[in-house]
């Protein structure tokens, strides 16, 4: 089994930074993609950025410029540094990674719990 845990949330005013973490552990013999996604209040779940194995990257335009998403492989953790933090920023945030537990490679996708990022003065 493969669980991922996120960590980093919490309270900032806006303008400010956090960094949030996903931990992946459990039996994993490679990782392909992996990536963050975001729930508001009342809204549906959107992406907020991806990363392949090869370290290509997409963001969400409401994010460009702002955050970077990077993943060290050598932890199977993925990181997300969220700068110029808005209150629209808000949001349970998701993280995800396409796993194969074992070869040959048979790919699943896996979440983590959420973690709370809320941007407020």
């Known amino acids: 089994q493969v669980q991922l845990v996120e960590s980093g949330g919490g309270l900032v005013q806006p303008g400010g930074s956090l960094r949030l973490s996903c931990a992946s552990s459990g039996s994993i013999f490679g990782i392909n993609a992996m990536g963050w996604y975001r729930q508001a209040p009342g809204k549906q779940r959107e992406l907020v950025a991806v990363?392949?194995?090869?370290?290509?990257?997409n963001y969400a335009d409401s994010v460009k410029g702002r955050f970077i998403i990077s993943r060290d492989n050598a932890k199977n953790t993925m990181y997300l540094q969220m700068n110029s933090l808005k209150p629209e920023d808000t949001a349970v945030y998701y993280c995800y990674m396409r796993v194969s537990p074992r070869v040959p490679l048979d790919w699943h996708d896996y979440w983590g719990q959420g973690t709370q990022v809320t941007v407020s003065s």
């Open positions: 990363i392949t194995s090869g370290a290509n990257t």
